[in-house]
């Protein structure tokens, strides 16, 4: 109680001392009103309203296309429509394959045939639903029946390859085994594809996500032997939502592609398995000791291979259209109907879900009814508000990515910004996106008391990154993908955040049957005060949008951000030709050669190509001529603007995200419009920042990177043409 | 029969290409018949003598005191008699403790009573001597009986109990546990006794020296789940050799410290164990989970404690005066007798030590019998070489610092260099040593084949430096402690070296009952090719200080490497004072505690102290005079010099590190006198440069620092005295 009383005392002292002297975007006399209403939302916010929620949502599994996911998205429509939107379910019919047939088997030297089950355990009676639950795999993953040696590829991504070759390593015609992280599991196998692998095996390391992290569940949060992440292994960094139509709706009626013509599909078979059934065919492998930082937590030496442990993983799927069901919620805006906020959050969940994505989903709701309370009592927003919640995103951001295709061209129109969630945890805030909105969001992270410090969330962002020897400033991350703000702006061009929790609730419930809504009490944000503090957030920055004098876009910030995307670029190409010069000098002197130990396997490395001096000069010069037009641009002063002056400007404001994006899209996915934030084409989820520019320089096409440059700097080019507009206006 | 042809063509070659023009030290005239000297020593040398010996010494455990190390000396000392030495056995009484009662038992919460047994393997019958092998045990662990907590110190050096206390988890009273590695063992339970705690167990992790490094023994080289690492924990760092001697010779009759006084034994009871007797221990630990970087390899979640384990360790030694067999051969000098190069590598080992000692001593004998064949052909070396096989090396040093402390004053009159070697094994030249011997040994390093891959060791060694990233200039690294060299250098300012391969023969057989013959002939250096290359090497290194018409003493180098130390200390001052200020500016903002997980132990620390500018420029000024007087020095033309100067040059250059000593010592150890080098007070084994300047400064004593920085300019200015007197000879 004395407690209680304190954390009041000094929530009380927080706002009194953050209530800030002017919000970006609103007059002297509208901050007023907006920290008023800001102060009105945050208190009908209720965390009891969360543990409710997601008690009923994570009762039972509810992947796209079952039962209790349909039952999920009528009464989430049903809680809108109870707080005053109008509430409808948009469906779409998408390729979904469920497990008929996993197989895993060593066959030499000993026979060990894989479990692929989690068990259940004590106190959480969820992980006890037997067939209920879905069965651990990867989707998108193609059929398959192949029987060859097993070679392991650490994490699967590029250098590793790099090693292997340097090792005289082939996986050509062999089944890889991956650990789990270091790179979007999708990378997985679609690098092992590339490089001749007939078959893929991705588990969870102990050292990575297991014991060697912390006590395993039940006894602690992490992954015990059994624990399998699930996922989809679809080729997103290509093109994400449903594999069968790419780039417009799957509508009842749209036209699919082949399913052998999908080219999202992987191209060998892939499984996911758990520790405990990793450790009998790792220990089987001999050949080359892994090198050190290969090596994982299991109680074993680990080997390369090829073999001679031979393993036979036959797959097939059930392979059927199913309906997502995308709750779409409106509340209409009194002065500019037309410009849409949007927030979203997904509903499907790979098993239970309680953390991935419900957590997240029950602050997004908790967040509308308090903004529904506040318009009942004529608080009505500016702007029109959409909340969504997405189906079928695990899958591979497919509900979300159905509808942006299906309504492109009126969200383009329309739409100011785009606010995802997803899981949510205790901790820090993390914070992505698009940079020309960092500025709002940091004045919003210093208006929000953090639930277990007193102080503003950004003043605690602020000390961890100090504290983890980073910087004091807050910025926002750049967003790659992994939820579902990708089709919004990588494919539309619409500005759009990510905001989520974290750092405290670190766990190995990801994807399995462990995600549920007793691993969340004890582990993840047990008293939903995180919760409650993301809709507090989320909200803010919905209600900044809405209610705005002028939209809170501010450019300085981004052309800093941008310039150091330049700069890294610069420096890395320069970093590229020193290392060049020198691993081609110690060629010339045989120095790997001697170096070699003679009993190890050692293949002499070749000369490499010289790394050129690039003209950056294009892109230099357009972020100078941007830095000119951004100064007089952050000279506006609002309370000297006419009403129509303000509806034309922030009508051209809004616009400004969509003229970073190119239409003939990146090089090899056009899919990806985005000319500053994409998705890596070997990182999966990590972000590239200017993706042509980099990406080519990083895959040493030079031609491609001196291409890209020109295509980058007409991009900026029109992009300070669409801001020399705006300053026009004024 | 093809590949030994090639091999042998190669190094033809590779000899007439690195036929040097002048040896530094000679006359043109003498460096021809030097170089003619040492190909014909270099023909002597045969690979089978070392294998033959290293069967012969390495057939029994030959811990000092035992029956077959007495046998080892005699059969040494008629070895060297055979070959034309004067030899001789001269024997110290020093204190030895062998284990008679090792108990490690947890008492709860479930009771496993530690085996303390590595287990014979098959395919290596010298694994099976049963009770003839030493017990594993930690020498110089004091007798005692204690039951206590445990706690998890992860490698129990400086920086680990600074994160315990960051965590509020104190070790007074409890029994610690630590991983080895990370210093040398001795710090461990020096440090724990420091702390409070009343008893210390270490164990060899399969991370750092297990499966995690590699395939196990039998299989591969490496440590498996039974194998102990002994070793002393004396307090080598305060002095080394015999407990109660402290200064002098433990001759018979020498008066003794009371054992109860002697500073050097542990303060408390320490037991090494095998990591399947640690398993039980570590995983009944609950407490904080320990952070990523303490984690081993072991199959459970690594916590700190305390506790709830509980353990009873119960040590009991037979506190014996044990005779010491020092093996010391001469071969009297033609022109100079009475400056001695000398030789050595210690005798004793734990066990049957195949790789340690007797590796590096059968290259020496190999080396020793090569120049004895020179001299009965009249070859007879200038000055005298002493050839040394010390007893007593593994308990603390004990052979060779009581000989040294015995005859220091001779020794301090006539010993132009010691070169000392211990355990080789396959790859690449590891030198350490006085950095007025880097051009020398560098030359060397350029005259001596690499037997794997035809080129110089040299070039070898530089390939694969430049591979991991470092630089292609040949450097001595600077001795710390660990071997046969510390009192000469470090006591008696004896200009040493100390030689080796290695790099390419990993395993886990260090001081267990694993590093036999059979062991050494798989995974070291199976042919001996590199225990040829080191009696090559060494011999070539005795056998031009022997005969240089001026002693091969270089100070450039010695110039810009100690410089470098300096500079190494100046830039360290600064960043831990920028990181001071940081640390207390975030300290101000209480950045530390609004950072830290409220869930998780945490104590706020506090502000520390500022480092105050450190006034430098009296070790600046004297450098910048000492490389006035070296760069004169260095302009000697050797052939217009007779023979009288180039005695009393000699005479005088010999003594020149001798200068860099200082007979107070260092603060709290007056037994090390070298002011350069040093082993570290808390590293062990690991070098500190510049030592007390150096460790002043890390312990933040900045009084004595400013002292330190006083006295060793002192130091500085005498040895530039001393080579101006030389410089004025000229």
């Given amino acids: 109680m004395k407690h209680q009383l304190l954390t009041l005392l000094s929530a009380l002292i927080f706002c009194s001392l953050n209530a800030q002297e002017s919000i970006l975007g609103f007059t002297p006399e509208n901050t007023k009103k907006q920290q008023q209403l800001e102060v009105a939302f945050e208190s009908k916010l209720k965390a009891s309203n969360l ?3 997601m008690q009923r949502m994570a009762a039972e599994p509810h992947w796209v296309g079952t039962a209790y996911g349909e039952k999920n998205a009528n009464w989430i ?17 998408v390729l979904f394959p469920y497990p008929k047939i996993r197989l895993l088997e060593l066959k030499s030297p000993t026979p060990y045939k894989a479990k692929l089950k989690a068990v259940p355990v004590a106190g959480d009676e969820f992980t006890a639903q037997g067939d209920a639950l879905l069965p651990s795999y990867n989707a998108f993953s193609r059929d398959g029946d192949v029987t060859a040696e097993l070679v392991f590829v650490n994490y699967g991504i590029p250098r590793d390859y790099e090693i292997l070759e340097k090792l005289g390593i082939d996986v050509k015609g062999k089944i890889v085994i991956a650990k789990y992280q270091g790179s979007w599991r999708g990378i997985k196998p679609k690098l092992a594809a590339e490089k001749g692998a007939i078959g893929c095996i991705i588990y969870s390391d102990p050292a990575d996500d297991g014991y060697g992290r912390g006590d395993v569940y039940p006894k602690g949060a992490f992954k015990n032997k059994t624990g399998v992440q699930r996922g989809s292994v679809m080729d997103m960094p290509t093109y994400p939502g449903d594999v069968l139509t790419p780039g417009y709706g799957a509508t009842k009626d749209a036209k699919r592609l082949d399913r052998k013509d999908a080219p999202t599909i992987t191209k060998i078979p892939v499984l996911p398995i758990s520790y405990e059934d990793a450790q009998p065919l790792l220990a089987a492998l001999d050949g080359a000791v892994a090198p050190r930082s290969w090596r994982g937590g299991l109680p074993i030496t680990y080997h390369i291979g090829p073999g001679p442990a031979k393993v036979h993983l036959k797959l097939e799927f059930d392979w059927k259209l199913v309906p997502a069901h995308n709750v779409i919620a409106t509340m209409k805006g009194t002065d500019f109907p037309d410009q849409w906020v949007m927030r979203g959050n997904h509903h499907d969940a790979w098993v239970h879900g309680a953390n991935d994505p419900v957590s997240g989903m029950v602050a997004l709701m908790e967040e509308a009814r308090a903004v529904g309370e506040l318009v009942k009592k004529g608080n009505k927003p500016k702007r029109t508000l959409v909340y969504c919640a997405w189906d079928a995103e695990e899958p591979g951001l497919i509900g979300s990515t159905e509808w942006v295709e299906d309504h492109k061209a009126e969200l383009q129109q329309k739409v100011v910004a785009y606010i995802n969630t997803d899981g949510n945890g205790r901790g820090f805030l993390g914070a992505g996106g698009s940079h020309s909105l960092q500025a709002m969001v940091g004045q919003v992270g210093a208006a929000v008391a953090d639930p277990q410090k007193g102080v503003s969330i950004k003043e605690r962002k602020s000390a961890v990154d100090m504290v983890r020897g980073g910087n004091e400033a807050f910025e926002l991350y750049a967003l790659g993908s992994g939820s579902d703000y990708t089709p919004f702006i990588q494919h539309a061009g619409i500005a759009s955040l990510n905001l989520g929790f974290g750092g405290e609730n670190a766990g190995g419930e990801y994807h399995t049957i462990y995600d549920t809504y007793p691993h969340y009490k004890r582990f993840k944000d047990p008293d939903f005060a995180y919760g409650v503090a993301l809709a507090n957030t989320a909200g803010r920055i919905t209600l900044r949008l809405a209610n705005a004098d002028v939209l809170p876009f501010e450019f300085r910030q981004w052309h800093s951000t941008v310039s150091g995307y330049l700069t890294e670029i610069m420096t890395e190409t320069d970093k590229m030709r020193t290392s060049v010069e020198k691993h081609n000098m110690m060629v010339a002197k045989n120095m790997f050669e001697l170096a070699a130990d003679p009993k190890k396997p050692f293949l002499k490395p070749a000369k490499k190509e010289a790394v050129p001096y690039m003209d950056f000069t294009p892109l230099q010069n357009e972020l100078a001529k941007l830095k000119i ?32 994006t190119s239409e003939e899209g990146l090089p090899r996915r056009s899919w990806y419009k985005h000319q500053i934030y994409a998705p890596g084409f070997y990182t999966g989820y990590g972000v590239k920042t ?5 990406e080519a320089v990083e895959e040493k096409n030079w031609k491609e990177a001196q291409d890209q440059i020109i295509k980058l700097s007409k991009t900026l080019k029109n992009f300070n043409k669409h801001l020399q507009e705006i300053a026009a206006m004024l």
Same sequence: chains 1, 2.
Avoid: C
Avoid at 629 to 654: G, Q, V, Y
């Fill in 690 to 694: 200017l993706p042509g520019v980099r």
């Fill in 77 to 93: 429509q049903k809680q809108f429509k109870s707080w005053g939107y109008d509430a409808k379910i948009e469906t779409y019919h």
């Fill in 629 to 660: 037009t951004i100064s007089a641009l952050s000279k506006i002063e609002i309370s000297t603007l006419s009403k129509e002056r303000l509806l034309s400007l922030n009508s051209r404001l809004m616009l400004a995200e969509r003229v970073l």
């Fill in 51 to 53: 543990d409710k929620w």
